[in-house]
């Protein structure tokens, strides 16, 4: 069983997911070519098929925020010291991170440029430039671009110094269009994370201590990776007028009064990809959303070296490309098919299709899907729609069996006891007094924080705080978080 | 006349270019909200509609980069100092344009960080640590992202300390296969910008003086503006194996032995916004090339209050758009039909349509096109069909005209008097003995400086050099240049 052995060896190469999560993850992103370390500390090359992941995001986020009225626009990557400074509680969140430009060619810069660690400051000195009048309003701008924040632990896509994101920037007339806006914007976030990334995630409001640094009310969609911890996939953050006081955005309203704009923000960043791996990633390797895979399809030829063999193959993948699906045809004669198997496994593509002198005789070919490893055969006439109707079949398995998994590990807890075991395996709903002391003091002992309050705040486990005993005020989710 | 006086006065906010064509400039671009000046030194803001046209021109080079087997990554913006300098004449070029982090968060960092000018140093790295055997070999990856160079006198779109491009870089086993990459690369540029910008190039090579730091050979292609300067559009080098052996980039062979990898690399930049802008604008405003025009129809509403013109504008704006245009409806009623006239002339849409009740009537819709303003009528029935001729139509016509423009403006020299005469209105051909005091002289004389070496060396105007009188050894075009 020589074969057997060469895949099991192969496999290997991976640490199983109950023996070290954190290691599988550097496996998995490294021998799948994701990404790489750069000799930059803390920062990441993308890789090709990582990137391509990155680009099927990109093009399925645009699309939805052009389709909700905004335009996309590009703003300097260095901030004067002096705008950053403006708002205070702003500054205070981001200066221990920001890197610093100090010196421009020959010369030593007067005033230090910070590389932007979110573009709030700029968007609001243009702002402050570009509306005069109600009739301006509102302004819905959005940039994709990178940014720089200097941390000290990273992790490729889950927390690098520099990373890649699109950042929305509104303003608006009215505080309820800002607010409509920032709920809007979360709910965008939440149905794209769910029905394209296959990623189920719990939408809510983040507590004063884990709001945005200058936000009123910072909104959040959270996901659970497969080790039960959260990771922030989205966020939305309403500012009120707090930095349009701070920058001078003013606009003459309807009553020809002068008024300060009300503003929202909103990000997703390439931790979507990190969410993808550790949501759906087994222990063969990845397992990709059909409607991010950058291979949809791979085709492996059985015996192609046979008369006609190659040819079908080729047909076949022009079949399937003229449907609109991303097919890879395999036909390297210098790695056997029982590698090639493991290699596409270990990619996440999430249907094999194998074509062999047989099954084109038969007229049919062998397919299997990645979500669930099972096999079956389909005819080659029709083929094209039989594998689109198949790969929404394993989205909505991915997403089925990634919420299931939330399910079974969100409990309920009353007490510290219960909450401290719930947060060793997942997500802990438990009623909270609101009180900043309990958040710290949980996250001293557990090494959990608060992920979000949900909108649906019925069905609170108890009227007392989980943690001080004090009468509660907001059902709240505690996990450990990336 | 009070609808004359007003479009008039609405002209004359823009500086007719005959009269100070770079003032002309800054007022098509600050009029027409492709960019604003940003509060950094040098730095640009890349409004909605200029953004509209960067992110045209993106697709149609990305989809191209992408058809001849070019993959995207993303590399880190930072590159260490000591990477920058392992190549020298590299380093020497780009060193003293460059901005220096030297801080990150609260620590002063112990080597100091360039934001990058090019990314050459950092693929290299990447690439010595990926490429082991000839099988890894082609390598093709390209980047779309900012860079950084502080420059002194700076212009938006044209000249910026930051300005969007896209970088690509390869890696070959043999000189020939680079040598035919970076051909074909000027190639697809060269196809590219003349069939999608609609603007015309002359493609050669660049003079010692003239080409890349660290690179072999450079070649460019060349567009002329509308002053008779030339701005070049895009760049493709020939590294051979200079920045391999800095960086170590080497390969085992079919042979066996160990061998350096050959090198291209070749970008375009935003830029060429700026060369559609000074090839094509007019007194009016921007004239933009159909296939990048960010708004491709303009739909007028005549008498819009009258039942059922709103209602049949909307509907042929949906029609047009599922035919895949690019349609505005401009259905303010706070604009007289004349301003909206001119500031659609202004922005430079290629195809008005006037539709009122009398259209209606008869079943046609009224139409100018933007590059000859003339006006005609056409049936509404099958009008997408007939839209779509229209616009490429337009778009040979502009291409036509530039290259007419192009070609009256490009003169011959055998003696320096003629060059000098040449360079004030446009392109100068000449021979040249390849020594660099005569391009010295040249430039310092009268600012021009060599363009490239066309690939069609036939028709040298003389056997001498235009400038020392020597043996000539090229035909190469002079220019005043941005």
Known sequence: MAKKDKQQEFVTQITPRSEDFSKWYTDVILRTDMVDYAPVRGCMVIKPYGYAVWELIQKAFDAEFKRTG???????????????????????GFAPEVAWVTQGGTEKLDERLAIRPTSETIFCTMYAKW??????????????CSVMRWEKTTRPFLRTSEFLWQEGHTIHATPEEAQEETLTMLNVYRDLVENVLAVPVICGQKSEKEKFAGARATYSIEAMMHDG?????????????NFAEAYGIQFLSKDGKLEYAQETSWGVSTRLIGAIIMTHGDDRGLKLPPRVAPIQVVILPIAQHKEGVLDRARALKAELEKAGLRVELDDRDTYSAGWKFNEWEMKGVPVRLELGPRDIENGVATYMRRDTLEKGTLALDGIAGEITALLDQIHDNMLNQARTFMEEHTTVATNMEELEAGVQTGFVKAAWCEGRECEDEIKEKFNASTRNMPFDQSGMPSDKCVCCGKPAKKLIYFAKAY
Chains 1, 2 share one sequence.
Do not use: C
């Open 229 to 241: 911890k959260a990771l922030q996939a989205g966020t939305s953050h309403n500012f009120g007028t």
């Open 131 to 144: 509306v005069q009048s109600w009739r301006d309003l509102p302004m819905k701008y959005n940039q994709w």
């Open 70 to 92: 905004h335009q996309n626009v590009y703003m300097p990557m260095l901030i004067p010291e002096s705008l950053l400074l403006k708002e205070a509680e702003h500054v205070e």
